[in-house]
Each structure stands twice: as structure tokens, then as C-alpha cells.
């Protein structure tokens, strides 16, 4: 296997001119061209031999290279069919590869994963379409995947988000979504001036080390997260106008408040100012109160 070569700017033009391919907007298509950057992504997923790695849009196979490279065996997962020909051509020296066209967000996981790993924990690595990041990442994290970790480059506002505290202008519904399901790790931040076409808005390196329980404990899941739903879809609003405007539990405005107070919280309190573990008292709280 040869070292990885094809994150030079120039390689990455004349492999595209090569098979005449047309760069698709649609699918959010930028390839990297910093073989730093690349480093840094599979450090911060801590690629070893030992590794099966689960990649999401491979594009030209830049990536690709650099996680076969470093790991025992990578699947990747293009919608792109257009780029089968390409993917051949530049993986051909790197024997530890395959290559599926499909939707990753059609595709049955749980079965892809047991077939390709033998069921045991991989780790999903990706250049990740803006377009499609929250929904992606969202499945890999509900869906009770033998998956170890999640490491991507994204939109560099959406790392910031899932990564921010309470009380923070980033924290939102996503931020506490995320780290209810896995613990976050800003790796890199990273220009646009790294990928042809450039993007336009700066991007960032993000791991997501998926807990084995939820770092919380709740009756109802579904409660945590209609709570977490209401408190930011209002955020400007207080959380008893925010629960009351938008969440069906039931309960009037007054004893939506008593609740929130008999808590231990004011009664004039934002979402935004509470922790994964307040959302989960208060949510216990709600169930209790609503059965």
C-alpha cells in the first residue's frame, strides 16, 4: 500500500479532469486539500491498526486514503454514483477499502455494520455534506449502533454548537441532544482555503465519544427531549411561557410554574440557562406530574 497522495491540490484537479467529473453542489461536494488537516482528523479519531472505520461521503477518496492508511479495514459510503469510477481509480493501491453507493441516511446501519465488522464497535469518520451533518449525526447517535466514536468535519458554527456549554450563545437543543448521547471534543478548527471548491464558511474537526449509558438518567426519554425542544424553539421566552406555548403535557401555565419552582428553579428561568442534568429533574418532574 502506498502512502496517501492525493490531498495535493494539483493531483485533486487533474483526478477530477481525468474522469470529467462535475462537481455537485447538491451534495455539498469540497475536497480536502491540506494533508495536515487530514492528519488531524484521523488523530483526533485515533485511527490504529485495529480499526474498522465506517466513512460517510468519500468524494475522490482523499480521506479514504489516509484511513486505510492508518486502520485495518475502511467502508465508505458514497451517494454519489458518478464517483464510483473515480473511487476505483484512486483507491486501487489501498486493498483495505470498499466502496458502497447508497443514502447513508436510507441505509440500514445496524445490518451494514454486523456484516462488514462482525458486529463489533467501529468508528465513523467523515468529511460531512453541511447539508446532511444534523440528521447524520443524529442517527448515528439515537440508533443503538456498535458505534465507538464519531469523528467529522462540519460546518464550524454546528461544532460550536454541539459543543457549547449552558448559558453560552451557541447552546441549544442540538448542544444538549449530542452530549446526551456522547461526550464532545473540538479537534481542529479549519479554513476555508483547505478544500477546492472552497467552501464558503470556515469548518471544523469534531470527535464524539459515544457513551455507553447516557451521562443522565430519565423515566422518559421522550419527556427530556419535548422539554429541551420547547425551551429552545421560544428561547428568547421563559421556560414556563416556552413549556406552556409549545409542549402538550397537559398542564396549565400556573402549575407548569409551581413545578419548575417546587425544583428549585425560578419561575422567570430560561432554558438556556440549564444543564443536561436540570432538563433531566425537571423531565422526571414533568412525568411524575403528567401520569
Known amino acids: ?62 480521506l479514504t486514503q489516509f484511513l486505510a492508511w492508518k486502520g485495518k479495514q475502511v467502508c465508505a459510503v458514497e451517494i454519489d454514483r458518478k464517483l464510483m469510477d473515480v473511487l476505483q481509480d484512486t483507491l486501487a493501491d489501498f486493498e483495505n477499502t470498499e466502496v458502497i453507493c447508497g443514502d447513508i441516511l436510507k441505509m440500514d446501519l445496524q445490518g451494514l455494520i454486523a456484516e ?59 448542544s444538549l441532544a449530542v452530549q446526551y448521547y456522547a461526550r464532545p471534543y473540538l479537534a481542529a478548527n479549519v479554513p476555508q482555503n483547505c478544500f477546492f471548491p472552497r467552501p464558503g464558511v470556515d469548518s471544523a474537526v469534531i470527535r464524539l465519544e459515544k457513551y455507553e449509558t447516557p451521562p443522565v438518567t430519565v423515566k422518559n426519554e421522550a419527556m427530556l427531549f419535548l422539554l429541551i425542544r420547547s425551551a429552545f424553539q421560544q428561547r428568547r421566552k421563559t421556560l414556563v411561557n416556552s413549556i406552556a406555548n409549545v409542549a402538550k403535557t397537559g398542564l396549565s401555565k400556573a402549575q407548569i410554574a409551581t ?9 422567570d428561568i430560561r432554558g438556556e440557562a440549564l444543564s443536561l442534568e436540570d432538563f433531566a429533574k425537571l423531565a422526571d418532574a414533568f412525568e411524575a406530574a403528567c401520569h
Open 116 to 174: 462488514k465488522s462482525g458486529g463489533s464497535p467501529v468508528k465513523v469518520v467523515a468529511n460531512l455534506p453541511y447539508y446532511i451533518t444534523t440528521p447524520v449525526i443524529m442517527q448515528l447517535l439515537e440508533q443503538k449502533l456498535p458505534v465507538e466514536s464519531i469523528t467529522v468535519m462540519i460546518q464550524k458554527e454546528v461544532a460550536l454548537r454541539m459543543s457549547a456549554l449552558p448559558s453560552t450563545g451557541d447552546y441549544g437543543a442540538l
Open 1 to 62: 500500500m502506498r502512502e496517501p497522495d492525493l490531498y495535493h491540490a494539483a493531483l485533486t484537479k487533474a483526478v477530477i479532469a481525468k474522469h470529467g467529473f462535475t462537481i455537485q453542489k447538491k451534495y455539498g461536494q469540497n475536497f480536502l486539500t491540506d494533508g495536515r488537516v487530514l492528519q488531524k482528523i484521523t488523530d483526533a479519531a485515533r485511527i490504529t491498526k485495529e480499526d474498522f472505520i465506517l466513512e460517510i461521503g468519500p468524494g475522490i477518496g482523499t
Open 259 to 267: 413545578l419548575i419552582e417546587n425544583e428549585g428553579y425560578r419561575a
